[in-house]
């Protein structure tokens, strides 16, 4: 853990108000936190809780300011730590770990509530605690995969034009937060690809697992090293946020409110430019509060349409974000999403190997690489101009009924010579809902 010293001087503190566990805020050693299967249960259950109370650390976490730790955090102030102590006594809950959130103004709290209790009931004494700025439970999502070997492959460079397009642009000098599952930083194809891999499950090691290193060879598998795959923008860097788990099936991992809105904190304080959401669930206000401070700052935020339901989930529903589905699925949401190759996609897979994988998260993966390959030729682009280059990027191929992405277009407007230059014209473009929104479904 971070600022140990520092951490220390709080388990006095906590002794001494009787807490039964301070989480982040004291060494793990002191700290009484449940096993990871309680965890896992508790989330199930809807036993965690996220309370959170306004912070003063605003001012003290801008981009470049020091002292804070490699991850740009402090311990919760006494006082601050003090109202969590109270918060948790009167409400009868068991305060587990916390983590500031100063792009918001904002310090979470990861609360408990006891075994028999009712969540709901709790939720509302919480809101109505002038202490507090609000509370909400800890959600569930999880990633949106599938993998079959038994597909014959399909190019999606192919589809893409990436040789087009990286004669273009390969996305140097664009930095990319994947949020999800552990990355395989010693895969021959990623090797030097991940500037920083971080963990944000408590109590949990960083591993390499399947879809994270499945994202990441997609977004920036390296080129012309003599083995497996090329990515699509694999001249960027990637941030390699561990903020889901496998579950114990093969392909599926989950995550939960609270590894995520850390690791979103974490990527809006080293600046990526885009943000890379392979997964889905519930509305979720501190999600979305996080995910708009980013879209705020200009950085891109590329997440996958959940095939299960019919607005395609959250984050991609949340306005401004770009929302991408697999091509050639049967839904249709009622978000607008972008279409781009999601099914059979050879890439890398641990330990060191390739494998075959579908689903929309693996669409998202190829769009948050062709917004790499923009932004590097376009630094300052917005997310609105992005996206309308994506849409621009829509083409009908032969033998398909609907629209999907083709980088070399897309990129057309951010370059003055090649094969893509002048190939898109910003327009307003009205693309039918037949083409513009499909999700895609595990086969």
Not at 200 to 223: C, K, L, M, Q, W
Not at 238 to 252: I, N, P, Q
Request: with cysteine; hydrophobic share 45%; aromatic share 4%.
């Amino acid at each position: 853990m971070k600022g140990l010293r520092d951490r220390l001087a709080w388990a006095a503190l906590c002794a001494a108000l009787l807490l039964q566990g301070c989480g982040s805020s004291l060494p793990a050693a002191q700290a009484d936190a449940p096993s990871s299967a309680d965890r896992r249960q508790a989330v199930a259950d809807g036993g965690e809780v996220l309370v959170m109370v306004r912070s003063d650390v605003r001012s003290r976490f801008q981009p470049g300011s020091s002292g804070l730790g490699d991850y740009g955090v402090a311990p919760a102030p006494q006082g601050m730590l003090r109202t969590a102590a109270a918060i948790a006594h009167d409400h009868n809950l068991r305060l587990l770990s916390d983590w500031p959130m100063p792009s918001l103004g904002l310090h979470c709290f990861l609360m408990r509530v006891p075994q028999d209790a009712d969540v709901a009931p709790a939720l509302a004494a919480l809101n109505a605690d002038r202490r507090i700025e609000w509370a909400q439970p800890s959600q569930r999502y999880r990633v949106l995969a599938h993998s079959d070997p038994y597909y014959s492959l399909q190019s999606a460079a192919r589809d893409l034009r990436l040789d087009e397009a990286h004669q273009a642009s390969t996305g140097r000098g664009v930095l990319i937060a994947e949020i999800d599952t552990g990355i395989d930083v010693r895969h021959p194809d990623l090797e030097g690809q991940v500037r920083e891999a971080e963990n944000f499950i408590d109590r949990s090691p960083y591993v390499a697992e399947i879809h994270g290193t499945a994202v990441a060879g997609i977004i920036a598998g390296r080129a012309d090293n003599g083995v497996g795959i090329v990515g699509v923008a694999p001249s960027a860097a990637l941030l390699g946020l561990r903020a889901c788990r496998e579950t114990g099936s093969f392909y599926d991992a989950e995550c939960d409110t609270f590894s995520l809105a850390k690791a979103l904190q974490f990527a809006l304080r080293r600046e990526a430019n885009v943000i890379n959401l392979s997964l889905s669930g519930p509305y979720d206000r501190l999600l979305a509060a996080l995910v708009d401070k980013a879209l705020a700052r200009d950085t891109v935020v590329v997440a996958a349409a959940d095939p299960r339901r019919s607005d395609g989930g959250f984050p991609a529903r949340q306005p401004g974000v770009i929302a991408v589905a697999a091509e050639g699925a049967p839904s249709a949401p009622e978000t607008p999403t972008i279409l781009a190759p999601g099914a059979d996609v050879l890439t890398t897979a641990p330990p060191a190997g390739w494998a075959f994988f579908s689903g929309s998260s693996m669409a998202a993966a190829h769009v948050s690489g062709v917004v790499a390959l923009m932004l590097a030729r376009k630094p300052s682009a917005s997310p609105a101009l992005i996206l309308r280059a994506l849409q621009q990027g829509l083409e009908i191929r032969s033998g398909r009924s609907s629209a999907s992405l083709d980088a070399c277009l897309a990129l057309g407007e951010f370059v003055a010579t090649g094969p893509c230059s002048g190939r898109a014209r910003l327009a307003p473009v009205a693309i039918p809902v037949s083409q513009a929104r499909e999700l895609s479904a595990p086969r």
